[in-house]
């Protein structure tokens, strides 16, 4: 079985890395969602000026996204000249999550079930997706493997006293890479020293005090140096102004419209939200005044006009509470269950059909059904805290990303660890298999009394 999987993970790579090549040259706009203005034009001003702002053309300071993917961007832009060269590029950049979770799952359980992880990471749609189109996904899922792989030493294969405290810095800093890149891992590290105190409680207080700053300085020096740009610069502590974004222009808008109801975009417009862009940005337009994700109600505010926005709609949000839950989980399940076909088939440059619907739909069933048998298994296995770690990450991730903009593609970043859980559970479930088929008893093999016997009748 093994070699099947070698096979799969060799094959899938090559479609990965050589369909996203040929795309953004054959089909530019596939791979340029609205949102990627609101990351390209930022990475341009970088390499022109230096600065995270706008655009070349606009100075206003960059606050709505986070700087991690402007600055993947800007090198790759700045030595090949090329926008095309980002989908390849960033392609081959992804399989390295491949990579880590066949790592990861081969410390842990074993060959055969670490390469079925990894043939679940390189075949799955959002991974396929996310590895060609000019957004954080991708980026975010290989940080992501990146500290499973390192919360791997940390939380299972040695014994508190042996960690190093070089692998806690190092988990403390891909957890300040991740926020940098997407911004919903902002409290993640609050949850990550919680996890880390847990783990180390057993150690004495300075040992214990040593491992959760060395965590928490990469963290305190990345997110919080960004955090000091942001207040000299537009006047707002926050990391980014997107969360701000949501809360009002998504969540509230769509809390009024269920309390009032009138349209979501009706809600948006009186709200004086920006009008949704179903289309690409061609032009590629990022200024404070035109492009998703780059305009700016107001520049001379605190946090641009967004801090603002943050504080009335978590106001509505608290005024409908009824509304808000509904609206909450709703987000949750398009998180967990979405097939992601509309931007699968966008990507693809195919048409959606039901069919399709029902095999992106049976594949996240699939994968969760196992995850959820494999939950179980680690819960009650010697490595229990790093499946705790694993668990708790898919949680944290899958609720702070919930709320009228949640979709599938939120749900990309979560892949390997998604797939290392089932794998964990496929394992199981074969194992029992194997068990049930071996000892089930072999069935009576009764011969038929012969006439004129002793014992006929």
Same mark, same amino acid.
Not at 215 to 241: E, F, K, M, Y
């Given at each position: ?21 040929? +795309? ?19 990475? #341009? ?5 230096? #600065? ?18 402007? @600055? ?12 095309? @060269? +980002?989908?390849? +590029?960033?392609?081959?950049?992804? /399989?390295?999550?491949?990579? =880590? ?29 996310? =590895? ?9 899922? !290989? ?78 020096? !990345?997110?919080?140096?960004?955090? /000091? ?29 269920? @309390? ?8 948006? #417009? ?10 690409? &940005? ?13 305009? +700016? ?9 967004? &801090? ?67 939950? !179980? ?52 479930? !074969? ?8 000892? #089930?008893?072999?069935?009576? &093999? ?12």
């Amino acid at each position: 079985m093994w070699r099947w999987a070698v096979a799969i993970l060799i094959v899938a790579a090559i479609a990965r890395v050589g369909f996203a090549a040929w +795309i953004a040259h054959a089909e530019p706009a596939a791979v340029r969602p609205p949102d990627t203005p609101g990351y390209l034009e930022p990475a #341009r001003a970088l390499i022109e000026t230096g #600065r995270f702002s706008l655009s070349p053309a606009d100075p206003t300071p960059m606050y709505v996204r986070t700087p991690g993917y402007p @600055a993947f961007l800007a090198p790759i832009l700045w030595l090949t000249g090329s926008e095309w @060269a +980002i989908s390849p +590029i960033q392609a081959v950049v992804s /399989l390295a999550a491949v990579a =880590a979770t066949v790592l990861v799952g081969w410390r842990l359980f074993g060959k055969t079930a670490a390469l079925v992880a990894g043939a679940v990471v390189a075949l799955d749609p959002l991974q396929f997706l996310s =590895a060609g189109t000019i957004m954080t996904e991708s980026l975010t899922t !290989v940080l992501l493997a990146a500290m499973i792989a390192v919360g791997a030493m940390v939380f299972a294969l040695r014994p508190p006293q042996q960690v190093p405290p070089v692998a806690v810095f190092a988990l403390g800093a891909l957890t300040a890479a991740a926020a940098m890149v997407r911004p919903t891992f902002w409290f993640y590290p609050v949850v990550l020293l919680a996890l880390l105190a847990v783990r180390f409680r057993g150690l004495r207080w300075r040992s214990l005090l040593i491992r959760l700053l060395a965590c928490a300085l990469p963290v305190v020096l !990345v997110v919080g140096g960004w955090q /000091l740009r942001n207040h000299s610069t537009v006047g707002s502590w926050d990391i980014s102004g997107i969360a701000d974004i949501n809360l009002y222009c998504y969540n509230a808008a769509e809390v009024e419209a269920k @309390a009032t109801g009138i349209s979501y975009d009706d809600a948006r #417009r009186q709200l004086g939200c920006p009008a949704l862009l179903s289309a690409p &940005n061609p032009e590629g337009i990022c200024t404070r005044s035109f492009g998703y994700g780059c305009w +700016i109600p107001d520049p001379d505010a605190p946090g641009q006009g967004l &801090n603002a926005w943050g504080s009335e709609g978590i106001r509505i949000m608290l005024d409908h509470p009824v509304q808000t839950a509904h609206m909450l989980a709703e987000g949750v399940a398009a998180e967990v269950a979405g097939s992601a076909q509309s931007k699968l088939t966008y990507y693809l440059d195919i048409d959606g059909s039901p069919p399709l619907t029902v095999v992106l739909s049976a594949w996240a069933l699939a994968l969760w059904a196992f995850a959820a048998v494999g939950a !179980v298994v680690g819960l009650r296995s010697k490595h229990r805290g790093f499946w705790v770690f694993v668990i708790v990450t898919i949680g944290f991730v899958i609720l702070m990303s919930t709320g009228r903009a949640g979709d599938a593609r939120f749900r990309a970043p979560l892949v390997p660890l998604i797939a290392l859980l089932a794998a964990l559970g496929i394992r199981y479930t !074969v194992d029992r298999v194997r068990r049930a088929a071996v000892t #089930r008893p072999a069935p009576r &093999n009764e011969q038929p009394i012969a006439a004129g016997s002793a014992l006929a009748p």
